[in-house]
């Protein structure tokens, strides 16, 4: 199993992204989808989760801004950045908790992180 992160990028204040997480695999299920965030100098921190109910959760700094989605028959979740400000500089990572073919196991994965930089 593996997840690839992708969409990060330079931009501007009040500027938009979207980062994709693609999970690959022998998947039985997805059961949890979340996005976390490591700034310079700082703890990786939970930036914001989808269960496999349609519940989400969401940092406090990123509610109403951040929006956690997902393509089920895709294996691919998202995460949508708009009005993006300069504390959101960060490395991206996705975390995924699932079920693999033939295994009753919950299991913990993590993509590679991707770039996100807000600057003018």
């Known amino acids: 199993v593996q997840l690839q992160a992708s969409g990060g990028g330079l931009v501007q204040p009040g500027g938009s992204l979207r980062l994709s997480c693609a999970v690959s695999?022998?998947?039985?299920?997805?059961?949890?989808m979340g996005w976390y965030r490591q700034a310079p100098g700082k703890q990786r921190e939970l930036v914001a989760v989808?269960?496999?109910?349609?519940?989400?959760n969401y940092a406090d700094s990123v509610k109403g801004r951040f929006t956690i989605s997902r393509d089920s028959a895709k294996n691919t979740f998202y995460l949508r950045m708009n009005s993006l400000k300069f504390e959101d500089t960060a490395v991206y990572y996705c975390?995924?908790?699932?079920?693999?073919?033939?295994?009753?196991?919950?299991?913990?994965?993590w993509g590679q992180g991707t770039v996100v930089t807000v600057s003018s």
């Open positions: 975390n995924s908790h699932l079920y693999r073919m033939g295994s009753p196991d919950r299991l913990n994965y």
């Open positions: 695999g022998s998947i039985r299920l997805i059961d949890r």
């Open positions: 989808l269960t496999s109910g349609g519940s989400t």
